[in-house]
Nanobody
């Protein structure tokens, strides 16, 4: 089992920045992918970005150039730096951890971007 705890959500004005973090604990295998997904009201959950344990990253087109994902393998923590935030970025942001042995989700943290 892997437990994920997100932090950093809150209210931010459009154009502002916010950083999220997610710490994984439990049975952590060194080979894994960590990522961030989000779900806005009335919409399906969508990928924001992911990063492999080797450092390869991938971003949704809607956040490219504005968001940066990073990780600290020693701390089993993944980060999401969000810049130039827009009202349409308002959503619950979920941390995800997966490898061949399992797929785990955090409880989510709400980010609200006011116009």
């Amino acid at each position: 089992q892997v437990q994920l705890v997100e932090s950093g959500g809150g209210l931010v004005q459009a154009g502002g920045s916010r950083g999220l973090s997610c710490e994984a604990s439990g049975f952590i295998h060194s080979i894994n992918t960590m990522g961030w997904y989000r779900q806005a009201p009335g919409r399906q959950r969508e990928l924001v970005a992911f990063i492999t344990s080797g450092g390869m990253t991938n971003y949704a087109d809607s956040v490219k150039g504005r968001f940066t994902i990073s990780r600290d393998n020693a701390k089993n923590t993944v980060y999401l730096q969000m810049n130039s935030l827009r009202p349409e970025d308002t959503a619950i942001y979920y941390c995800n951890w997966y490898n061949a042995r399992g797929n785990y989700w955090g409880k989510g943290t709400l980010v609200t971007v006011s116009s």
